[in-house]
């Protein structure tokens, strides 16, 4: 009879101090005023149905090839070409935590940025896109170009006073 006494008020003694921590540690939360972060944001989230990828680009396409080959400064089926050349090099997997940014959209954004030096703020807005998230995967396209069109691509080397000089 004693043991399950003891047993009693050590449960109720746990009890009581794991509800005295959780009060402990919320007030302590909220006294340093965390706030939890979010993953992406609601509107970055929205980037599928929203962003300029799934929206102007489709509807210039199908329905005013001048105005889609004036932003992106390339023909429809030139876009789509280098697109299946370069997909597989800047196409990343979804995970559980979100999905990756289309390599199709990567390509736009990067083609946009080439071909107007529009400022990332700018793009983040029309393609919800973070800023940050741009600089990491615009060199990425570059390069992935840069490999697909070697075969197109000159370029010149002079050598003045020992330096090399890319024309």
């Known amino acids: 009879m004693s043991q399950q006494i003891i047993a009693n008020c050590v449960n109720t003694l746990s009890d009581e101090l794991c509800k005295e921590l959780e009060d402990i540690l919320e007030k302590e939360k909220k006294k340093n005023g965390k706030k939890h972060r979010i993953w992406i944001r609601n509107w970055i989230n929205r980037r599928s149905s929203l962003g300029a990828s799934s929206t102007l680009l489709e509807e210039l396409k199908n329905e005013d090839s001048s105005s889609y080959r004036n932003h992106l400064r390339m023909e429809v089926h030139q876009f789509e070409e280098l697109l299946s050349k370069i997909s597989n090099d800047i196409q990343r997997q979804d995970t559980h935590m979100r999905n990756a940014i289309p390599a199709k959209t990567k390509l736009e954004l990067t083609l946009r940025f080439l071909a107007t030096g529009?400022?990332?703020?700018?793009?983040?807005?029309?393609?919800?896109?973070?800023?940050?998230?741009?600089?990491?995967?615009?060199?990425?396209?570059?390069?992935?170009?840069?490999?697909?069109?070697?075969?197109?691509?000159?370029?010149?080397?002079?050598?003045?006073?020992n330096k090399y000089y890319i024309f």
């Open 118 to 161: 529009d400022s990332f703020g700018s793009l983040e807005y029309l393609y919800r896109i973070a800023r940050s998230t741009m600089c990491q995967f615009i060199p990425e396209v570059c390069k992935a170009i840069s490999n697909a069109l070697k075969d197109f691509i000159q370029v010149s080397y002079i050598l003045y006073l």
